[in-house]
């Protein structure tokens, strides 16, 4: 009997499980119930969308890059409006000159309220919309307010003016301090955590919220970029979403760090549409 070709046989069956495991994937994306899709098919869902909320590691820079690569191709297909946690909504008058091409980027820094890692993790979104004439929205509370609130509780937003209340959600705001989100928080603070620490918290939700729903336009898809704990579980921006306009289709991604990405492990499933898990082994923008 001839060997030849069942060796053959064996010889491609090691040579395929050495290439396979010579693949060092950085991310994988996943649904909600922890099944890999593909990024064709994650476009091809969000891109029905009104508003989609993308949540990401502050630090993760696979999470930066596929926030860009998600916006250029969402823009060949649909209407869009892009906005961010990371800009506050008091610098939306600066941020417009930027893009308007009337101000530098040294100027946007000197001027607006903008991260540590704005140059490397934020300028290219702003940098897009610019090129291609795309509005960019401011949607975070001004951190002074998120202070006093944090101080002194939601009471302490009524004796504001007229005109510094322009920045915040029409007031009294909605809270529900048994969200399980909320509970979350004060349960990781421990002695930390106080029930006026929430508040801040879902001031910031609350304000981001009021500002897509201010600034989404009609067959336009708003696409925000915020921390992944503000749209966990569908929770925070997207309650306040749903407060204030239940008819929109909402979407939302979170980004994940696991140590290895082929499975998503069961604590990571639901938190979202679309999963992004990122080698933890990832280097960080900060």
């Known amino acids: 009997m001839d060997k030849a070709p069942y060796i053959a046989l064996l010889f491609l069956v090691f040579i395929g499980f050495g290439s396979a495991k010579a693949q060092k994937r950085a991310f ?6 922890g099944k890999e899709v593909s ?3 994650m476009l091809k869902a969000l891109e029905q969308k009104d508003i989609v909320l993308f949540g990401e590691l502050h630090n993760n820079p696979i ?3 596929l926030e860009l690569e998600l916006a250029k191709d969402l823009h ?3 209407k869009l409006s892009l906005g961010a946690e990371m800009l506050q909504a008091d610098d939306q008058s600066i941020i417009d000159t930027y893009l308007k091409g009337e101000l530098t980027a040294a ?3 000197t001027l607006a309220a903008l991260w540590p890692n704005h140059a490397t993790d934020y300028a290219p979104l702003l940098g897009f919309a610019k090129a291609k004439g795309l509005s960019f929205i401011a949607t975070n509370v001004p951190q002074r307010y998120a202070r006093r609130v944090h101080r002194h509780g939601f009471g302490a937003l009524d004796s504001l003016s007229g005109e510094e209340k322009q920045w915040l959600p029409p007031l009294p705001i909605p809270f529900d301090s048994e969200l399980p989100g909320y509970k979350r928080i004060l349960s990781m603070m421990g002695d930390h955590g106080s ?3 929430v508040m801040a918290q879902a001031l910031r939700d609350a304000t981001m919220a009021h500002f897509i729903l201010k600034n989404h336009r009609e067959k336009h898809l ?5 921390g992944a704990y503000h749209s966990n579980h569908r929770e925070g921006i997207l309650w306040y979403l749903r407060q204030g306009k239940m008819e929109l289709d909402c979407a939302t991604i979170s980004t994940v760090s696991q140590e290895e990405i082929e499975h998503l492990l069961p604590e990571h499933r639901g938190l979202a549409d679309f999963i992004l898990c990122v080698d933890a082994d990832m280097t960080t923008t900060y």
């Not at 994988?28 to 119930?33: H, M, R, S």
């Open 28 to 33: 994988a994306l996943y649904n909600t119930k």
């Open 39 to 41: 990024y064709r098919k």
């Open 63 to 65: 999470a930066h890059w």
């Open 76 to 78: 060949g297909l649909r």
């Open 107 to 109: 100027g946007l820094d």
């Open 195 to 197: 029930p006026k620490l």
């Open 222 to 226: 708003f696409l925000h970029f915020n």
